[in-house]
């Protein structure tokens, strides 16, 4: 009995000598061309998606991530970046930060037990470092109106998005705001372009056509092209800044018509051909309108029109006499006051 385990023991431990041997023949030659495994086995990868319904997916971040490209994977779209950024106030978008991602849009006209979302839209003129008009904007308080903006949470959407909402076809954010630059003064480029551009926020600027390239104090066609190139939208402000409304001392019903017609269709085809696009947005010059002008742009092809009547626009807004807050006082209350983003209207 001892000697059949004694030869058993000898059988067992020649075959486990004789398969090391084997494994390490075949690590050695490695007849494959790979190269070779590491002695230490690899640790089993982290499960990025942690959890997804048709609701919501949490999300563990592997560190090269930001609200802009996750939007762009799960939503389909980047300027949704704000959908996730409401949804995880506060937290960084750091490596193994767990955040949320709603997966459905919701409220898309900002509707709440409280009340309804109100969207203002800011109007600025032209800008200096030291202004003598109303009109005009030191540089120094409109860094410090962004920077309102910027530290009090507020989103600055475009016009376009703007008019996604007043569709009822998107949601934004609950204190969205848009920015308009008038009339196509060079300001506009030297002063707020570079200090929108450093809070990463966008404007639309309404330009009246004859003025372009007029003279050194206005824009020119290469400067619209650059800031469209950021994200910058531009809409039509007419050809000559004329208050559309009134007809001229001795002009005809007929004459006044046709005048209004070119000042519409043609500062489109203009802004059009120059910018390649499809102006859909104008601002009145002066902020004036009535029925026979509005019905003209409709004719004309804008979408959207806006005036100089303050107060914010609610998604159930009409589309063509859209208001808007003219900053012309420089103090800072005043301007606080125009960013109202919520109606109060108790609905329970």
């Known amino acids: 009995m001892n000697l059949f385990r004694r030869r058993a023991s000898s059988v067992f431990f020649i075959s486990l000598l004789a398969g090391l041997v084997l494994v390490a023949s075949c690590a050695w030659e490695n007849r494959s061309g790979r190269p070779s495994e590491p002695a230490v086995a690899r640790e089993k990868p982290v499960e990025r998606l942690l959890f997804q319904s048709e609701d919501y997916a949490v999300l563990k971040l592997r560190g090269d ?12 779209d980047p300027e949704k970046a704000w959908v ?23 409220n898309r006209g900002g509707l709440t037990p409280e009340g309804y979302q109100i969207v203002p839209v800011l109007c600025y003129h032209h800008f200096a470092e030291r202004c003598d008009s109303s009109l005009c904007t030191p540089a120094s308080v409109f860094e410090q109106h962004m ?22 076809r998107r949601a934004i954010p609950k204190k969205a705001v848009v920015i308009h630059l008038d009339d196509g003064y060079r300001s506009t480029y030297d002063i707020a372009y570079p200090i ?23 824009l020119t066609w290469d400067l619209l092209r650059a800031v469209k190139q950021d994200g910058f939208e531009v809409g039509s402000h007419t050809m000559s800044h004329a208050d559309l409304t009134h007809k001229r001392a001795g002009e005809s019903e007929r004459d006044y018509l046709a005048r209004v017609k070119r000042e519409l269709q043609v500062s489109k085809q203009i802004l059009d051909e120059k910018l390649n696009q499809n102006t859909l947005s104008i601002a009145f010059p002066y902020g004036a309108f009535d029925k026979t002008l509005l019905k003209l742009c409709e004719e004309a092809g804008y979408r959207l029109g806006f005036s100089v009547q303050a107060g914010g626009n609610p998604f159930f807004s009409d589309a063509l006499t859209l208001r808007r807050d003219q900053i012309l006082r420089k103090d800072m209350e005043s ?6 983003t919520v109606q109060p209207l108790p609905l329970k």
């Open 147 to 168: 920077k309102v903006l910027k530290e009090e949470g507020y989103s600055v959407i475009s016009t376009a998005a703007l008019g996604e909402f007043l569709a009822f």
């Open 335 to 340: 301007f606080a006051l125009k960013l109202k």
């Open 196 to 218: 929108l551009k450093k809070h990463g926020f966008v404007a639309t600027l309404f330009v009246y056509t004859d003025f372009i390239g007029a003279s050194r104090n206005a």
């Open 65 to 76: 991530e930001n609200a802009e490209s996750l939007a762009r994977e799960f939503l389909g």
């Open 84 to 106: 996730i950024e409401e949804a995880n106030r506060g937290t960084l978008f750091e490596r193994d930060q767990m955040i949320v991602i709603p997966l459905k849009e919701e």
